[in-house]
C-alpha cells in the first residue's frame, strides 16, 4: 500500500504568509522526494516562471489520516536550488547553526482566535458584545469558555503527531485560546509550530469554525492576540548575568526597529501600551512586568537562572523570523 504525505509549506502572501499544502501519494518505502507547486499561484512566482520547489525539512505522523500517513513541511527553493525569496527558514537555520554552541531553545505561546459566522466564538448571536474581559482566561462552564471540544481534539493531534506541546489554555477574550510548542532548538521548534498552525486551522473545518492569528481581532478594549516567545541558552541556564545581558541586547542601539519589524504585521494595533503590553516603540524588560517588552518570571530571579520572555510577537509572526532575530541579538551578545 503506498501512503499519503501532506506536503506544507509557507507561501508568499502579503504582509502575512500563509500555509498551503497537497497530497503526494508515495510508494511505500520510498523516500520523500523533492516535490514542486504553481508558484503564480501563490505570490510566489509570475505566471511564466511558475515553478517552485518543495523541499522536506520535517517529518511526522499524519495524526488525521493516521497509519502510515505523514505530514511534511517543507521550504520553498528556486529551481536551481536556492532559497527562495518568500523562505525565511534558510537564514534562521543558518542563524541557529553559527550560534548552535550556545545551545539557544524556544517555547511560544500562541494565542489564536476561533471566528463562526463573521464573529469571534462566544460573541452573540445577533451582534453586539459579550460581557466584558475578566472572567474568560482559563476559564470553565459554558458562559465563559467557547471551542473547547476543538482545542482538545487539537491538542491530542499535536501529541500523536510528536510536537513538542507544552500545554493549552483559554485567553482573555471570549474564543480567545493559547497552546505552547516547546522548549525546542530553532528552526525545529518554528518547523513545529507551523505544523501545529495547519493542524489547528485542518481539525477546525471539521467543526466550520476557522482559527485566526489576526493580531488584534476585535478593536476597543479586547485582548490582541500574541506569541509570547520564551528563550533561554546554556548561560542563561546557568546565571541570571546571562540573563540581563540577553534583556539589555535586545534593547540594544537599532534592536528594538529590527525586532518590531519582524515580529508580524500591524503590531502596531496590538502594543499599544493597554492590555497587558507595552507600547511597541519603547522597549522596557522587567522581572514579573507583563506591561514590559520582556518579562524575567519571578521563579527565574528567585532561582538566579532559567530563560525570558519576549511579549511583543504578534500572533501572526513568522516563527523563522523571530528565532533568527533572537538568537542573532542575545548570542551576539552573549558571545561578546
Ligand atoms: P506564561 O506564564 O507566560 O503564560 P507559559 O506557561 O504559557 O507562560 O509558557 C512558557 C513557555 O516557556 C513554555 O512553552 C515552556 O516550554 C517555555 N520554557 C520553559 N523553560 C524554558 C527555557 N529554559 N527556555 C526556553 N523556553 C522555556
Ligand atoms: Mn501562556
Ligand atoms: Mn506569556
Known amino acids: 500500500m503506498p501512503f499519503k504525505a501532506?506536503?506544507?509549506?509557507v507561501d508568499g502572501t502579503q504582509p502575512t504568509a500563509k500555509l498551503?499544502?497537497?497530497t503526494k501519494v508515495v510508494e511505500d518505502g520510498a523516500e520523500l522526494p523533492i516535490w514542486g507547486f504553481d508558484g503564480s499561484s501563490t505570490n510566489?512566482?509570475?505566471?511564466?516562471k511558475s515553478d517552485c520547489v518543495l523541499k522536506p525539512v520535517f517529518t511526522c505522523p499524519d495524526p488525521i489520516r493516521g497509519g502510515k500517513n505523514v505530514l511534511v513541511m517543507c521550504e520553498v527553493l528556486l529551481i536551481d536550488g536556492t532559497p527562495h525569496p518568500t523562505n525565511t527558514r534558510a537564514a534562521c537555520a543558518a542563524v541557529a547553526e553559527k550560534f548552535a554552541d550556545q545551545e539557544p531553545i524556544f517555547g511560544i505561546e500562541q494565542e489564536y482566535t476561533f471566528f463562526k459566522?463573521?464573529?469571534p466564538l462566544g460573541f452573540p448571536i445577533g451582534g453586539g458584545f459579550p460581557a466584558p474581559q475578566g472572567g474568560y482566561y482559563c476559564g470553565v462552564g459554558s458562559d465563559e469558555v467557547f471551542g473547547r471540544a476543538i482545542v482538545e481534539a487539537h491538542m491530542d493531534l499535536c501529541l500523536e503527531a510528536g510536537l513538542h506541546l507544552s500545554g493549552i489554555n483559554a485567553e482573555v477574550m471570549p474564543g480567545q485560546w493559547e497552546f505552547q510548542v516547546g522548549p525546542?532548538?530553532?528552526p525545529q521548534v518554528a518547523d513545529e509550530l507551523w505544523i501545529a498552525r495547519w493542524l489547528l486551522y485542518r481539525i477546525a473545518e471539521d467543526y466550520n469554525v476557522s482559527a485566526t492569528l489576526d493580531p488584534k481581532p476585535v478593536k476597543g478594549d479586547w485582548n490582541g492576540a500574541g506569541a509570547h516567545t520564551n528563550f533561554s541558552t546554556n548561560a542563561m541556564r546557568k546565571s541570571y548575568d546571562a540573563i540581563i545581558t540577553a534583556a539589555e541586547s535586545l534593547g540594544g542601539e537599532g534592536k528594538v526597529e529590527e525586532h518590531v519589524a519582524g515580529y508580524g504585521a500591524d503590531i502596531e494595533h496590538r502594543l499599544t501600551g493597554m492590555h497587558e503590553t507595552a507600547p511597541w516603540?519603547?522597549?522596557s524588560y522587567g522581572v514579573s512586568d507583563r506591561g514590559a517588552s520582556v518579562r524575567i518570571p519571578w521563579q527565574v530571579e528567585?532561582?538566579?537562572?532559567?530563560?525570558?520572555?519576549?511579549?511583543?510577537?504578534?500572533?501572526?509572526?513568522?516563527?523563522?523570523?523571530v528565532t533568527r532575530l533572537i538568537v542573532n541579538t542575545c548570542c551576539s551578545a552573549l558571545a561578546a
Not at 501532506?6 to 509549506?9: A, G
Not at 528567585?302 to 511579549?311: M, S
Open 6 to 9: 501532506e506536503y506544507i509549506w
Open 20 to 22: 498551503r499544502s497537497k
Open 44 to 48: 510566489q512566482a509570475p505566471g511564466d
Open 117 to 119: 459566522d463573521g464573529r
Open 184 to 186: 525546542v532548538a530553532a
Open 281 to 283: 516603540s519603547k522597549y
Open 302 to 321: 528567585k532561582d538566579g537562572r532559567g530563560y525570558l520572555e519576549d511579549r511583543r510577537p504578534n500572533a501572526n509572526c513568522d516563527p523563522y523570523v
